[in-house]
């Protein structure tokens, strides 16, 4: 069965501008996680949805939204962009919250300039 | 909450050695998951392992064996007979229902032919 798909790929955007990101989960799989993954900070948990509801959010500001679709898939925006945003963006889909395995998507790789 | 630490930064070996990558966590649930992700150089986090807190059995599965050790808060993971194939970037995570997955800054290995 198909993976996580994660568009775009790579991506680069100017300081000030706004960025879409999309993640569509496995088949069947009704959570979606976004991570921030940068050299400094690691893996960094950004939200969370389940069946369209934001179940967990990370420590980031408002700058950072997200929402998931009835079709399980989710995007995620982030207004403003920084230089500091430039990192890579890691979706992962799981069938359940609890403790269901964590499939992840190949990410997008953000560039702010 | 939980977090989860490995304390070995980078780790080098020649190929063919056995290595074994640390990871100890920390959290006040009597069940959550424990996971093992390979990152290789394109990015995308690979699953290796889950196992849950009431299974403390060792798993072996071809050159890779983990031992999870409740008493010591460890999950530790081992490659034998290392291969070039193996360098990468291995993430120790934890998550229990109510929280997100939670990663640890992760361990690069380098197997050098």
């Known amino acids: 069965k198909a993976g996580v798909t994660q568009t775009p790929r790579y991506l680069i955007k100017t300081r000030g501008q706004q960025v879409t990101l999309s993640c569509s989960p496995i088949s069947g799989h009704r959570s979606v996680s976004w991570y921030q993954q940068t050299p400094g900070q690691g893996l960094q948990f950004l939200f969370e949805y389940f069946s369209e509801t934001q179940r967990n959010k990370g420590n980031f500001p408002g700058r950072f939204s997200g929402r998931q679709f009835s079709n399980s898939r989710s995007e995620m925006n982030v207004s403003t962009l920084e230089l500091g945003d430039s990192a890579l963006y890691l979706c992962?889909?799981?069938?359940?919250?609890?403790?269901?395995?964590?499939?992840f998507g190949s990410g997008t790789r953000l560039t702010v300039v | 909450a939980q977090k989860v630490t490995q304390a070995q930064t980078e780790i080098s070996v020649v190929e063919k050695e056995d290595v074994t990558l640390d990871c100890v966590y920390e959290?006040?649930?009597?069940?959550?998951?424990l996971f093992w992700y390979k990152q290789p150089p394109s990015g995308e986090l690979v699953f290796l392992i889950r196992r849950n807190s009431f299974d403390e059995q060792n798993e072996i599965s071809g050159r890779y064996s983990w031992n999870f050790q409740k008493s010591t808060s460890s999950f530790n993971f081992t490659i034998t007979a290392s291969q070039v194939v193996d360098s990468a970037v291995y993430f120790c995570a934890a998550h229990s229902g109510n929280t997100p997955l939670v990663f640890g800054k992760g361990t690069r290995l380098s197997v050098i032919a």
């Open positions: 959290t006040r649930d009597t069940t959550y998951y």
């Open positions: 992962a889909s799981s069938l359940r919250v609890d403790g269901g395995g964590y499939t």
